[in-house]
């Protein structure tokens, strides 16, 4: 597929699609970016695959330091905007909006978000202060009087996305297989990490199927941070498709959801046989979200309270 591009001529920006599941309900939400200081958070509806267009957001959001509640109710999010009061901070909202019930001010870029161990306990992903109160909120916010919040671990407030994002996709049923192997870019280098050999994690599906993420490179100028591609093998190991390039895939009960190029697609598990001779055109697109704009959106009166 060639890159969009305006009618100056000049490339469009890359969209990316980035997908959390809740663990209890047919539901998730979609962290929509691009340009690159620019999100859209969309809830996602597994059980028709229907979608609500949320809020936008003016900044950086950590998707890979984000978690939903059990329930898919709850969102905690790590955001940075680098400038006003809080220039990097952790939030409960309502999808699909990030409103902000709950604000614990970051003030940099390490650490950050959250982990939900259930539906009222958040693991906060920063340094606990001492005394009585170890993560104050500011004037305003509040969390409901059931909720326990408590630190992520011992290193808590430390690291980038790692170790967090390690920690919740082993939650979620992903498996390192192959720590991979490369080497880190010189001064001038245009990616910040190379692997030679890929870093490969997988996640058993249906029927012995299982999803593997092949992790290229990281932190690559005017891409995406992730090189990633995403494959499924039968239980032989035969690959049964290939998708280089896309950005993100999970299993829906047997189905398989990708994400690639700004648009969402599914595969049914009873299509997985058909794909070998008939190929993509038994992959059903869901969404092509390319082509959205910013546009602002008052917060629902739903979304101002939990």
């Not at 979608?51 to 998707?63: L, M, P, S, T, V």
């Not at 896309?246 to 299509?271: M, P, Q």
């Amino acid at each position: 597929m060639q890159p969009t591009r305006h009618d100056d001529g000049h490339r469009a920006p890359a969209t990316r699609l980035y997908a959390l599941l809740a663990r209890d309900a047919r539901s998730g939400v979609i962290f929509r970016r691009g340009p690159s200081k620019q999100v859209q958070l969309i809830r996602w509806d597994l059980r028709d695959d229907s979608f609500e267009h949320g809020q936008w957001f003016k900044g950086r959001i950590y998707e890979r330091r984000c978690d939903l509640s059990p329930s898919g109710r709850l969102l905690v999010y790590f955001a940075s905007k680098q400038h006003g009061d809080f220039v990097t901070w952790t939030a409960l909202s309502r999808p699909p909006f990030f409103t902000a019930l709950a604000l614990w001010p970051k003030g940099d870029c390490w650490g950050g978000g959250g982990m939900f161990e259930d539906e009222r306990t958040l693991l906060l992903n920063h340094r606990p202060q001492q005394g009585r109160d170890p993560f104050p909120l500011p004037t305003g916010f509040q969390v409901p009087h059931d909720m326990q919040v408590r630190p992520f671990g011992r290193g808590s407030g430390g690291g980038e996305d790692q170790p967090i994002d390690g920690v919740l996709r082993q939650r979620d049923g992903w498996q390192v297989i192959d720590v991979g192997e490369g080497e880190t870019g010189g001064l001038s280098a245009t990616t910040l990490y190379r692997f030679t050999r890929p870093r490969i994690a997988e996640k058993a599906g249906a029927n012995g199927r299982r999803l593997q993420s092949l992790l290229h490179a990281v932190g690559r100028n005017n891409e995406a941070w992730y090189g990633l591609d995403h494959r499924v093998l039968d239980r032989e190991g035969a690959v049964l498709l290939d998708l280089p390039g896309s950005d993100w895939a999970d299993w829906d009960g047997g189905d398989l959801v990708f994400a690639r190029d700004g648009c969402l697609y599914r595969l049914a598990k009873s299509d997985f046989r058909r794909y070998a001779e008939d190929g993509e055109q038994v992959v059903r697109l869901l969404h092509d979200f390319s082509t959205a704009r910013f546009a602002a959106l008052a917060p629902s009166a739903d979304a101002r309270k939990y």
